[in-house]
């Protein structure tokens, strides 16, 4: 599985909705040095990560069973750090997952089935080398990771958190509403019957995940929970860059700010939803809307 990286951070963990600036994040914790994964998506997504746990009908099921995720985080966790085999336990989980989403894929499109599920099997067994002396931690970026905040805190010692965080009406219109589909009913909030409901249905996801978000970052404090305004990250890139090396405790003066602060890009879909009618939203969402830096 390739040579045993000496880790100094780690796992560092990006989540967020889909589509929230969670692969710019990615961008910049791999110019950073940190290790993110042999098997990613064009949008940077850790696909083992994805494999083991963006199951929606396991999750339901098996979301309160601390001792399977864990199981799974270990599977993870032996596969990126070249730390051991896996146990006969840890095997059974991944061979379960592999099977489970080669037959039901990992969203309402079903994609993931056949060919990809197996691809990931063999990535997590056989993950290859890479060089290991120049990194400076390790983690991943998969933004339903927001779901298994407690179990990986519970788990990794060194464990950080990074969430990313766009303006809940431009999210509504999103044409990526997987979390939506996979999540809504863990929040309450059926999947909608029509397109034209999507929206609505969208920002009332946003609005409880982030509600819930709020009170994790309470409890895990701000040494291991970072949140971060997307629409800030290109506005002020240099200022919100600062906050993001302070939390990853690496010395600002080791690093080109200049350099990393090219990455954010402003988005097309900015402010998106001003051009949208928005009945539906209520004075306690601007409350929210405006306590989270939007309005």
Known sequence: ???KPEFLN?????????GSGTRVLARIL???????????????????????FKRPKWYFINRNRRDLITRG?????KSMTSTGPLSP????FLLQASYDMYRNGQNISHYGTGKWAIDRYRKILYPGRYKADCLVGWGWKEP????????????????????????GLDMAFSQNQQQLFNWGGLYGIPAPAAQEKIPEASFRYWVAVHKQIMTKAAQLGSDKFLMVNFDKLYRESDKEIGKLLTFLEIPH??????????IPK???SRERYRTKPTPWVTSDDIKLLEQLGFL
């Not at 780690?10 to 889909?18: D, E």
């Not at 336990?89 to 059974?92: G, L, V």
């Open 266 to 268: 402003e988005p097309p």
């Open 144 to 167: 339903n990771s927001h779901l298994l905040l407690d179990c990986m805190n519970d788990f990794f010692p060194k464990f950080k958190y990074i969430h990313t965080i766009r303006h």
């Open 10 to 18: 780690g796992p560092i963990v990006i989540g967020g909705i889909g």
């Open 1 to 3: 599985m390739g040579k």
């Open 73 to 77: 985080l270990r599977v993870l966790e």
């Open 89 to 92: 336990a840890e095997h059974i």
């Open 30 to 52: 791999m110019e950073l040095n940190y290790f993110i994964g042999n098997d990613l998506n064009e949008s940077l997504d850790n696909l083992s990560y994805t494999l083991l």
């Open 253 to 262: 003066d080791q690093i080109d700010l200049n350099l990393l602060s090219t």
